[in-house]
């Protein structure tokens, strides 16, 4: 019916209080009364076949995708943020994100970077550990396995106290750099920071995945941005690496000279991909109201002109990834876009924010040139809890990996729970567009 080096275990005392000035009245997780998808509300007792409410998970999605909420924030004023995972070189699978809250604008330790396994493919998972006890926050885990190697890297933002402005709009810039381990992620070096040889000095934020092509060469996203500017600027650039990570450069060059898109100033979170034959697929955040993307034909030293995909999203991430062909695109996208005048980045605009909480996905067999018809594959179900909406609606920014015929997704829904939901490739097919989900 439409209604228009040391692993540390989590105890209880280390849960902290909310505040309840952040919640709504009624902030218990429940299902909403309506769902909305694309621009019509559905009484969520009553959806359109074949979705269904997975009243514990709090999304509604289809019968043959499986769901599990495998961790809550420690605290739901700070919340959990970017879930990232990867299967290891002796097969489990790994999944790490920071739990307390944001790094962003804070000037003290709030949160820590937590691991989960799963030794038998997803079925069950373990308690959760502190990957790095270290004295700064984190921001993402973003894996990275070179090949023909046994050795995992966790590369991203590195917010040492000492080592970024926390102030005048460059809260977010910081050192970017890596641990790595050769004991399947049990252990990890210290950290080892980037610094490009055009540009040593390079503040900025990764937390995309990032690709080594056919020759070996290692390719980062980063972005910069100054909140001073209203509404703020951001750039995007790539981090690219011929030696194994010993030295970097700065493309597509050094700051302030980044890739942004022309009329809003922005561009960011930028998600390369190896496609073959020396190119590599690049697809990058814009607010322009679609997903925009760029190819290079040279092993990643030089682009084509940025512009827009036909896939429809918000000021949100790439969630861009492969199928386990090596060789299909899969590109997780909001197909919803309802701020055509947007500059700016505010989690109070409900509008805004709800674009985010529906997950569709394309697929693309000539390396992002072309893109097939969205379908639908999974919806926020939960009624608002949060006075910001930057939480109420909050789908985005999933993590995806092919294994054993499967795509295993990991969404920090809500910025409040970690959300795994995995199913098998053969279903691609029955997910449903919008002219076969919305046909009266």
């Known amino acids: 019916m439409l209604v228009k080096k040391t692993f540390i275990l989590l105890s209880s005392a280390m849960i902290a209080q909310t505040v309840s000035a952040q919640f709504l009245a009624d902030s218990t997780d429940r299902i909403a009364d309506t769902i909305q998808i694309q621009d019509i509300n559905f009484l969520s007792k009553n959806l359109p076949r074949p979705l269904q409410l997975k009243t514990d998970e709090g999304v509604a999605s289809f019968s043959w995708v499986n769901t599990k909420v495998l961790h809550h924030a420690r605290d739901r004023a700070g919340g959990l943020y970017e879930t990232r995972a990867t299967v290891t070189p002796n097969g489990d699978y790994l999944l790490m994100f920071p739990d307390g809250g944001h790094y962003n604008g804070k000037t003290k330790k709030i949160n820590d970077m937590l691991a989960i396994r799963s030794k038998d493919k997803g079925k069950t998972w373990e308690k959760p550990v502190v990957a790095f006890d270290i004295d700064y926050n984190q921001h993402a885990f973003i894996p990275f396995i070179p090949k023909n190697t046994k050795r995992i890297y966790a590369f991203g933002t590195q917010p040492v106290f000492a080592m970024y402005v926390n102030k005048e709009g460059l809260q977010e810039n910081t050192p970017i750099g ?182 569709w996905f394309s697929l693309s067999k000539d390396n992002g040139e072309t893109w097939d018809e969205p379908r639908l594959f999974l919806v926020n179900a939960l009624a608002e809890a949060y006075v910001s909406h930057f939480r109420n609606y909050q789908c985005s920014y999933m993590d995806v990996f092919a294994d054993n015929g499967e795509l295993h997704c990991f969404i920090p829904h809500r910025w409040q729970r970690v959300l795994y939901v995995h199913f098998k490739e053969a279903d691609l097919n029955k997910f449903p567009t919008k002219k076969q989900l919305l046909k009266k």
């Open 178 to 359: 890596y641990r790595y381990s050769d004991d399947d992620g049990y252990t990890w070096s210290e950290v080892r920071f980037i610094r490009p040889v055009n540009d040593p000095e390079f503040r900025g934020m990764s937390v995309m995945r990032m690709t080594e092509t056919d020759k070996g060469t290692w390719l980062l996203g980063s972005h910069e941005a100054d909140w001073s500017y209203k509404p703020l600027i951001t750039r995007q650039y790539l981090l690219r690496s011929e030696d194994k990570g010993a030295t970097w450069e700065l493309l597509p060059g050094k700051r302030h000279g980044g890739w942004h898109a022309k009329g809003f100033s922005r561009m960011d979170e930028g998600r390369p991909i190896n496609i073959g034959n020396d190119k590599v697929f690049f697809m990058t955040r814009t607010p322009e109201g679609h997903l925009w993307s760029s190819t290079s034909a040279d092993d990643g030293k030089t682009w084509s002109p940025l512009k827009p995909t036909p896939l429809v999203h918000p000021d949100a991430p790439p969630m861009l990834f492969k199928l386990s062909d090596n060789k299909t695109l899969i590109a997780f996208h909001h197909n919803r876009h309802h701020d055509l005048d947007y500059t700016g980045l505010s989690g109070s605009k409900r509008e805004i924010m709800m674009d985010r909480s529906e997950l």
